[in-house]
């Protein structure tokens, strides 16, 4: 009996190890340039997709700023860096965007302390419903709105360091955005909301990256919306209870890990000669046209101004 169930135990071993390896391409490693002397800012530095683009950039030579809301995982996260990358330029600074009034302060602090800023990777990501203290919807606020705002307060130093770069970490999930100018920040509302307001937060974000090119043209200061992937990060924390048991299987089994995902992120930060490619979406096999909803012209400026009116701009 022992025999035949740790044959079977092995088994499953053998079919899960091929199905992990054969249903995901192994990463290539990717050259990257020598970023001494360049500032970056990674928006949820401390974990996941963010930690790993901060690590990569850091070992490149770069300084940078991991922009975070948790001082305690902030501070953990900068000085294992440092320790594993050797490079002593890797700082935490606070930054909540669930709080526009966190966001300016960051952005004033970060503009009186540091003289330069040549990387913005908008990375942080929630994927739970809730409403933050400026009365938008939480991931809304996050993943979208919040990042508007920082980015534009650091439009002029980015122009002023340029060549630079915006990269903001979209998703796939854009394909079931839905944004509704005259609604824009409000939940939405039915069975599946929550679900519903990532994916419009996601939207935003291909459009953003989509008008932000056009409107930044002839600057040098670029922008890329990227899909990193399925990633297993703790964005699934957030999964309700009884999905949990399916997807945790699944994402490890099928999601690459966060060094995997950062890959495109970093691609897009780092690459040479992807200037005429600003607005674009990427994902690991490059320039992807996204969905119909994040290619809309008429809709990106719309959502600009709405995200001016709503964060005071």
């Known amino acids: 009996g022992m025999g035949w169930a740790l044959l079977c135990v092995g088994l499953l071993l053998a079919v899960y190890t091929l199905l992990r390896h054969g249903l995901r391409s192994a990463p290539r490693p990717r050259a990257r340039p020598d970023l001494r002397g360049r500032?970056?800012?990674?928006?949820?530095?401390?974990?996941?997709?963010?930690?790993?683009?901060?690590?990569?950039?850091?070992?490149?030579?770069?300084?940078?700023?991991?922009?975070?809301?948790?001082?305690?995982?902030?501070?953990?996260?900068?000085?294992?860096?440092?320790?594993?990358?050797?490079?002593?330029?890797?700082?935490?600074?606070?930054?909540?965007?669930?709080?526009?009034?966190?966001?300016?302060?960051?952005?004033?602090?970060?503009?009186?302390?540091?003289?330069?800023?040549?990387?913005?990777?908008?990375?942080?990501?929630?994927?739970?419903?809730?409403?933050?203290?400026?009365?938008?919807?939480?991931?809304?606020?996050?993943?979208?709105?919040?990042?508007f705002l920082l980015t534009q307060l650091l439009l002029e130093r980015l122009r002023s360091c340029a060549p630079s770069r915006v990269v903001i970490v979209a998703s796939s999930a854009h394909c079931a955005g839905r944004l509704r100018p005259e609604s824009l920040g409000r939940p939405p509302s039915g069975l599946f909301s929550t679900f519903q307001d990532y994916c419009d937060s996601k939207l935003a974000n291909v459009l953003h990256a989509r008008e932000l090119a056009t409107r930044e043209e002839g600057t040098q200061v670029t922008c890329y919306a990227v899909h990193p992937g399925f990633v297993n990060t703790s964005l699934f924390r957030h999964a309700p209870l009884w999905l949990k048991p399916l997807l945790l299987p699944l994402a490890w089994l099928l999601f690459l890990d966060a060094s995997e995902g950062a890959q495109v992120v970093l691609d897009c930060a780092t690459q040479d000669g992807l200037e005429p490619l600003s607005g674009r979406y990427f994902t690991d096999s490059g320039p992807r046209l996204p969905w119909p909803a994040g290619r809309d012209d008429r809709l990106a400026r719309a959502l600009w101004e709405g995200s001016e009116r709503l964060v005071g701009l």
């Open 39 to 147: 500032t970056a800012i990674v928006t949820g530095g401390s974990s996941g997709i963010g930690a790993a683009t901060a690590l990569e950039l850091a070992r490149c030579g770069a300084r940078v700023i991991l922009a975070t809301r948790s001082a305690r995982r902030g501070e953990a996260a900068a000085s294992r860096i440092r320790r594993e990358t050797g490079n002593n330029q890797v700082q935490f600074m606070h930054l909540d965007l669930a709080s526009l009034r966190s966001v300016r302060a960051f952005a004033s602090t970060f503009l009186r302390q540091e003289p330069q800023l040549h990387l913005l990777i908008n990375n942080a990501g929630v994927s739970t419903g809730g409403t933050t203290e400026d009365g938008f919807s939480l991931p809304f606020q996050v993943n979208h709105l919040g990042h």
